[in-house]
């Protein structure tokens, strides 16, 4: 079926890197996604990566897929009280074709100055 | 930028009323979102739609209904409110080209007392 893991809560010191895992379920998915939500509002898209990559670097962000093992992480560089929030991952399934995205149950980042 | 609005931030109702939550989005988006949010439970998908008219039931659509009569507008309806629908509500949208990725709404924190 479908499922989205990731654990619940990470904690990190500012300055340290970050790095938050997921597993999806879905083979097929066509893009996997990096959502995040700060405090009180919605969300936001951090960063993507197409099923062909295996990594994607973004100023301070970089996702590694294992496709293999349908493994999905983000690791956030030099982490900063700024980037405390909920980070959800997400996958597009391809078998799906109603435009739904599966999204994980999110994972709360706490960094301590 | 693709923009989302939501109609009220926060929301207090009592038992049995009817609620109203409005969801527009400006990009010409085909496809629509109503989420609840959670906590420890992520996102769970109520209802989507994909065209004017056209609704799909998600994961929990037990106790809502919504309405899209213009593209740019989604409504998820609860025709009864119950406490147990004292949550976040989520909006989101996406094309239907490219990436996939949904945008989101700043979201609705809904009361039931």
């Known amino acids: 079926g479908e499922d989205v893991e990731q654990s619940l809560f990470l904690s990190v010191r500012e300055g340290d890197s970050s790095v938050i895992n997921c597993t999806y379920t879905d083979s097929s998915s066509t893009y996997l996604y990096w959502y995040k939500q700060e405090p009180g509002a919605g969300l936001q898209l951090l960063t993507y990566?197409?099923?062909?990559?295996d990594m994607k670097q973004d100023q301070r962000l970089t996702v590694l897929l294992n496709k293999k093992d349908k493994h999905l992480s983000l690791r956030i560089a030099d982490t900063q009280t700024g980037d405390s929030a909920i980070y959800f991952c997400?996958?597009?399934?391809?078998?799906?074709?109603?435009?739904?995205?599966?999204f994980g149950s999110g994972t709360r980042l706490l960094v301590r100055p | 930028d693709v923009k989302v609005t939501q109609s009220s931030r926060y929301l207090v109702k009592r038992t049995g009323e009817k609620v109203f939550l409005e969801c527009v989005q400006d990009m010409d988006h085909e496809n629509m979102f109503w989420y609840r949010q959670d906590p420890g439970l992520g996102l769970r998908l109520i209802y989507f739609?994909?065209?004017?008219?056209?609704?799909e039931k998600g994961d929990i659509p037990e106790g809502y209904s919504v309405s899209r009569e213009k593209k740019e507008r989604f409504s998820l309806i609860l025709e009864s409110a119950s406490t147990n629908q004292t949550s976040m509500y989520l909006c989101?949208?996406?094309?239907?080209?490219?990436?996939?990725?949904?945008?989101f709404g700043p979201g609705t924190r809904l009361t039931v007392l």
């Open positions: 990566i197409f099923s062909n990559m």
């Open positions: 989101a949208s996406s094309g239907t080209s490219g990436r996939n990725e949904q945008f």
């Open positions: 997400a996958e597009s399934p391809l078998m799906d074709s109603s435009y739904k995205l599966i």
């Open positions: 739609s994909y065209d004017v008219k056209m609704k």
